[in-house]
């Protein structure tokens, strides 16, 4: 990978061009708009950074909080009066942008900081409102039913565009596949921005905090600063601050270079096919950001892929207990936080008692991160492993009860009386291939790539019905190894492993080429200078284990929203987002639209 030092980052050059002339019948707010767009039009070329440090932005923040705020020009006025006023660096470009001046390229930049941290004062309210409408509506997918025709997709359609509608923006509902909110410009050049309504499906039951608390996942529950709901972290908070970005440009009458549309995907988390959908009918941009990943801006995912083993469900064979159910992740991209496995027998006491000895057993040798419990309902016995939920992408960050679960019940066959079936099969297969370990190294398929990372592999999706029980391993693949060459390696040493195991089962893999962009041109720069800025980052782009919709597309980057040295919460158990880094995501991604949509080139 290539790093960029920060002198370079530092260093941004804007390209000179040509002043646009200004009619003298402008409104007075057109003008100033106008001239802020001129300015930058006709910079020099100059350091591209702005000099609000983070306590002039909190000091703002403050004096607002308590102040009330009408417009952009109104709350520029404000400050003019205050200490930010009368610095060597702010105060000019205020007076320059109230005085209707052109402004040099760091002035420039100077305005649209100052536009980021406006929005976040005057509409934080609205917008943290608006994330728990979207939340309250259950965006799952459902079994047999197309996204496109699941009535809480037309729900949220219904919303997004009666917020679009409301906020004076341009809303297109492409046949209930994507939904697009486009933000006029000048020019003809596009900058898609996407994020997803879709999320993963919730298992209410472990939605639990360690006090007790029971949170219902479909209503934003505020304890301290975190939001609590499905949603608030992947991805409908990019929705919101996306949306309430486009609006404050649209009220301010700031003119563009060109346009944004805001690309609402509804098939992110399971089919994907709602973007290419949107694109074999409409041109696609030449340039796209996710706001679905990780900060300052990742250049490159992981490919994405998948072994699934299908057992055929058999009936039991020997004598003991039998396991007639196991839970694991309700999704291929989600590790849950517990898994539960059901035995039947006619000694449920001495059953139980057996289990929780192998349990704590089990767990004492394997770290004592998590917790095994046996328990006895009814004439069954329900045996729980307790580990911590995480995105399957990040599989380091959690501990996963599903592979625990699995090798547990391996370890005990033998040493208590268990019958033979489609679930022991996978608990053998589990444990004989991929064990605890999540980079591949039990089977032997472990690689890594020095800016991407490890190839993972988590054990994530159990399913079964009344033909098959199933079982997911996720994988995300870094540069190193072609697909094709990971995927013949995979099967070569699962087909070993079957044929001298003999045990029925069908394999199929899907995975997918890793994305990797060279980190070149104006617009790439400003958006790295503009996240490193306001969050206090190192000036380096970054990599992501997990793949989003720009993927596949030109000049496609992840924009946020999530800071890399906190855990990831999306797709887990007691998914949350706090309230401090929601409304610095609401700034920073409207610094961002002002700042990329007047570029004179990108």
């Known amino acids: ?96 942008f109230l005085d209707n001046k052109t402004l040099s390229a760091e002035q420039q930049n100077e305005i649209n900081r100052l536009l980021g941290i406006y929005t976040r004062i005057k509409y934080g309210k609205a917008a943290l409102e608006t994330l728990r409408e979207l939340v309250e509506i259950p965006t799952f997918n459902v079994d047999g039913v197309p996204q496109y025709q699941n009535p809480e997709f037309l729900k949220i359609a219904d919303k997004i565009q009666a917020l679009a509608k409301a906020f ?72 919101v601050v996306a949306m309430y970005a486009m609006k404050v440009i649209k009220e301010e009458k700031l003119p563009l270079a060109r346009q944004f549309k805001l690309l609402v995907d509804t098939t992110e988390e399971t089919s994907g096919d709602a973007i290419p959908y949107y694109f074999e009918h409409n041109p696609t941009p030449q340039y796209n950001l996710a706001l679905d990943g990780g900060y300052p801006v990742v250049i490159a995912e992981k490919g994405y892929g998948t072994v699934m083993a299908t057992f055929p469900r058999r009936k039991g064979e020997g004598s003991g207990a039998e396991i007639v159910a196991m839970t694991g992740g309700m999704a291929t991209n989600q590790i849950p936080s517990a898994s539960v496995a059901t035995f039947v027998t006619d000694q449920p006491a001495e059953l139980a008692a057996s289990l929780q000895k192998a349990g704590a057993e089990y767990a004492k040798r394997n770290g004592g991160d998590f917790e095994v419990a046996a328990k006895v309902e009814g004439k069954d016995v329900k045996l729980t492993v307790t580990g911590v939920s995480a995105h399957s992408s990040e599989p380091e960050s959690g501990v996963n009860p599903v592979a ?69 391993v ?115 991604v409207t610094e961002m639209m002002g700042r990329v949509g007047q570029l004179p080139k990108l």
């Open 1 to 96: 990978c290539r790093n960029v030092s920060d002198s370079l980052i530092r260093n941004v050059l804007l390209t000179t061009g040509k002043g646009m002339q200004l009619s003298m019948h402008f409104p007075l707010k057109q003008l100033v708009a106008a001239s802020l767009f001129a300015a930058t039009l006709t910079a020099v070329s100059t350091p591209a950074f702005a000099n609000i440090t983070a306590e002039q932005s909190t000091a703002i923040l403050k004096h607002f909080g308590e102040t009330p705020v009408s417009d952009f020009r109104g709350f520029l006025a404000t400050l003019s009066k205050g200490d930010l006023g009368k610095t060597a660096d702010v105060g000019p470009a205020i007076n320059a």
């Open 168 to 239: 004076n923006l341009n809303f297109r509902n492409i046949d209930n596949r994507v939904y697009e909110i486009s933000l006029e410009g000048s020019g003809d050049e596009v900058v898609g921005i996407h994020a997803h309504a879709d999320v993963v499906p919730v298992t209410p039951e472990n939605w639990v905090l360690k006090d007790g608390t029971k949170l219902d996942p479909f209503k934003v529950t505020l304890i301290g600063d975190r939001m609590y709901g499905r949603g608030t972290e992947d991805d409908k908070n990019g929705i």
């Open 404 to 472: 625990r679960m699995l090798e547990l019940i391996h370890s005990v066959d033998g040493k208590i009386a268990l019958k033979h079936n489609h679930i022991t099969d996978a608990a053998r297969y589990a444990s004989d291939n991929w064990g605890l370990d999540y980079l591949g190294g039990k089977l032997g398929v472990g690689f890594a790539d020095d800016f991407m990372g490890p190839l993972t592999t988590s054990l994530t999706f159990v399913g079964q019905d009344d033909k098959a029980f199933k079982l997911a």
């Open 474 to 588: 996720n994988l995300r693949v870094p540069k190193g190894k072609s697909p094709e060459t990971l995927k013949k390696e995979i099967a070569d040493k699962l087909s070993a492993w079957d044929k001298n195991s003999k045990v029925a089962v069908d394999f199929t893999y899907s995975i997918a080429e890793p994305m990797y962009r060279n980190p070149e041109g104006e617009w790439v720069k400003a958006l790295l200078a503009v996240a490193t800025e306001n969050l206090g980052m190192e000036h380096k782009f970054g990599t992501s284990a997990g793949a989003t919709s720009v993927h596949e597309l030109p000049n496609g980057v992840q924009f946020g929203l999530a800071r890399p040295e906190v855990k990831y919460t999306g797709h887990t158990d007691n998914e949350f987002k706090t309230v401090d880094q929601f409304l610095l995501d609401l700034q920073i």
